[in-house]
């Protein structure tokens, strides 16, 4: 199937760490806003559809045993109950997708499968990611494009993602825990017979996101251009790929763990998207 | 126990959300769409200025300028080169170059258009009295001006025609929940 670029695009938006379950969580709901802001605004009409990818369910069931390990630990006491299963579910997420368990491989196998259902339906589709999906995200781009059955050099009517976008993303972290090397470095597929066209990668980071910088406090990150941690790790692998990582330094008035949520709220993310896919 | 924690917890949603003032940046123009009709169009960009929880002085800027042109495709300004940057569009799919920017500042039209590689050609850029502009250039009551220097088959909303246009004085709004520019479209 190949896409068809009259057709309706789609956009999957990928969440990161939660504390709640698939049901409650409204990524969707903020890129439909964003999108339908900025093409309204321009006054200009397009046909999308925004899903959300969900991930969260799958992650709280492979911790169910720590779960009830903890509820059982803290019997009689509900407020240090509370915060040791909280904790367990935010760092049982980044354990996953660091460890590359079972889990890990069961998210990416749905994501891939959602992609695909756009792209064999002859949709063309663009991923936002935010926080820990932008690991799950950038996977399985890769993945694709390791797949022989798509991206068939310029012609883009072979791709099955038409570009990445990537919020407050910790990927250009280097962290080691214990031996455990917590964001390891992706290796990035190359596009063959691509000598046009590259693959977009938009890079959207906060100076104070916690998440971007590594630094528990929220201290800013020092800058070059638009070059943040992820710009400096991945910059040259995706130069050689047939890539265009490009980094977007922005504010939003907020700091430490609030500047990493803000990103949903940003028009320019909107716009972005906008061009992205039909500009 | 429960007072502590919330008394905590209260602390340290005071304590990071210190006192940031955040700005929208806006200017607006008119250009010529590719339909040879005059369109409103904006840039707009965002802003921190203000103290961080512990006590540092911060004012930062966005990378990169954002444009909406009514009736159009928007399209980002990033910071290309050498560090800071200067403010330009990079090429998308299946842009085709139309005009050139002469030594003298004129832009002229080129005699084949000519097809661009994604992300290594030029098809927009800013300049603050005819010199490329870097975000920091951009301050208030600046009259910026936007180059076009592309169009795009695929979609003809894509790019306003090629060409130099001026833009009014930078205004700067303070932001307190809605982040959207405003509605420049009906704007008097």
Known sequence: MAVDFTKDAHIVAVHGVQVSEDADITSDDSIRKLLKNSLSKSHIDRNFEVAGFFYEDINDEAQKYYQLLASAITKGNP???????????????????????????????????????????????????????????????????RDNNFFDGDDRTSWPVQGLITMGSPLGLEIDIGGLRVFEKRSIAAIPDADFELMPWHNYFNRLDPVVSGNVLGKPINLRGAKGPVEKRYGADTRASQWLLQGHAVTSGRQWIRAHTAYWRNPKIGDQLVTMLWG | MNIKLLTFIVGVSVFAAGCVTHYRYESTGMVTSSSATESRALIYWFADEGGLWYDKDQAVLDSDVTMRVCGGLPKTFVPFGEDPGNLQIRSNSGDLQTVRIEADGDVVPLPEPGRLRVGEGTCGQIEVSRKQAVIKDLIVSVEPEIIILCKNNRDPASYPRGGRYKFAAVTRTTIKDDREPADFCNAE
Request: net charge positive.
């Open chain 1, 79 to 145: 407020l240090v109950g509370k915060g040791l299963k909280t904790f367990i579910d935010l760092s049982g997420d980044v354990v996953t997708a660091a460890k590359n368990t079972s889990t890990a491989k069961k998210i990416r196998n749905k994501l891939r499968k959602q992609i695909l259902d756009s792209y064999n339906n002859g949709h063309q589709l663009v991923v936002v990611s935010h926080s820990l999906g932008t690991i799950y995200a950038l996977d399985v781009v890769n993945d694709l494009i």
